[in-house]
């Protein structure tokens, strides 16, 4: 593995249903992002993590949670997925600590709620 | 609130020069980055600004003026390959990234 990974790498899921999005990095960074991108607007944060074993809530949280169990994964669920989750997520991770934090991006996850 | 603003789309030539613009109003600003993002692709790292005045990095260049919430992105010898998306995003008194909607540009021959 180098970098960050995300799978699946697209899904087609029915409303209603349960998803697990999986992100895992080994660039042993302390903080790990979820953003969602859609079309016409900026990449929002759903949920980030700066250590492992603490999560925070980003912009838009409804309908997402996350957990951060060890430095490397940092998966997000949809409990009950609905049609406006459509959308492209991809997961990030940081330094936290340099001088510039930079963020850096997994390949991302295309998913469709019917 | 918080707001990014840039260009929706722009078109160049070919071995020509673009310059992109970013305007913000953020609570707090802890730096300015850019993100090149390829369709269908991960965004990636470009450039990070945190103090005013212009950071060159081959090709491309960023500028930024604090007092202003202004910066913008020099491209320069304009590559078919440059054809994507360019995200400006500043770092809010949270410590979180404000992202704008992206420019898409499109390099013509």
């Known amino acids: 593995i180098a970098g960050i990974t995300q799978a699946p790498t697209s899904q087609i899921l029915a409303a209603g249903r349960r998803m697990t999005l999986r992100c895992t990095q080994d660039?042993?960074?302390?903080?790990m992002y979820w953003y969602r991108q859609d079309l016409g607007l900026g990449l929002r944060l759903i949920h980030y993590?700066?250590?492992?074993?603490?999560?925070g809530k980003g912009e838009v949280p409804d309908g997402y949670s996350v957990s951060r169990a060890n430095t490397d994964d940092f998966p997000l669920t949809l409990a009950s997925a609905v049609p406006s989750q459509t959308s492209v997520y991809f997961c990030a991770s940081s330094e936290r600590g340099g001088s510039t934090d930079t963020q850096y991006f997994g390949p991302g996850t295309r998913l469709t709620v019917l | 609130g918080q707001n990014i603003d840039q260009p929706t789309e722009m078109t160049a030539t070919e071995g020509a020069i673009v310059q992109i613009n970013c305007t913000y109003q953020t609570s707090g600003f802890n730096g300015l980055f850019w993100y090149q993002q390829h369709a269908g692709e991960a965004p990636t790292f470009l450039s990070y600004?945190?103090l005013d005045g212009l950071e060159e990095k081959g090709r491309f260049s960023s500028f930024l003026s604090r007092s202003k919430g202004y910066s913008y992105l020099l491209l320069k010898e304009l590559q078919m390959k440059d054809s994507a998306s360019y995200l400006c995003?500043?770092?809010?008194?949270?410590?979180?990234?404000?992202w704008g909607a992206g420019t898409k540009l499109i390099i013509k021959p």
């Open positions: 995003a500043v770092r809010d008194s949270n410590y979180q990234l404000i």
């Open positions: 993590s700066n250590t492992a074993g603490t999560t």
């Open positions: 600004n945190v």
């Open positions: 660039m042993r960074h302390n903080a």
